[in-house]
């Protein structure tokens, strides 16, 4: 993992050395703005948060442990949807 991070960090460097433009859209806030909210491309974004998202119920069992399992639990998967769609967008 370390080659491929120094590996991408010099690959980017040599092309932007050379005049490459940058191949980014504008960071701004419609970007992120879905142009038809029931295209397919949507959707898939919608799936591919859903499968994501898949499996974190598997931390129920272990609510028995915690001190206060009523009020932490839907914390905690607010934090884990919070952070997989954090993660989604700028990942």
């Known amino acids: 993992m370390f080659i491929m991070t120094v590996l991408f960090v010099v690959m980017t460097f ?14 701004d806030f419609k970007a992120f703005i879905p142009k038809d909210f029931f295209s397919l491309s949507f959707l898939s974004t919608f799936g591919l948060f859903v499968f994501a998202m898949n499996g974190s119920e598997l931390a129920a069992p272990y609510t028995k442990d915690m001190r206060h399992p009523a009020r932490d639990f839907p914390k905690a998967l607010k934090m884990i949807a919070i952070m997989t769609m954090f993660l989604t967008l700028f990942g």
Do not use: N
Request: glycine share 14%; hydrophobic share 45%.
């Open 14 to 27: 040599v092309g932007l050395s050379k005049g490459a433009p940058i191949a980014t859209r504008p960071f």
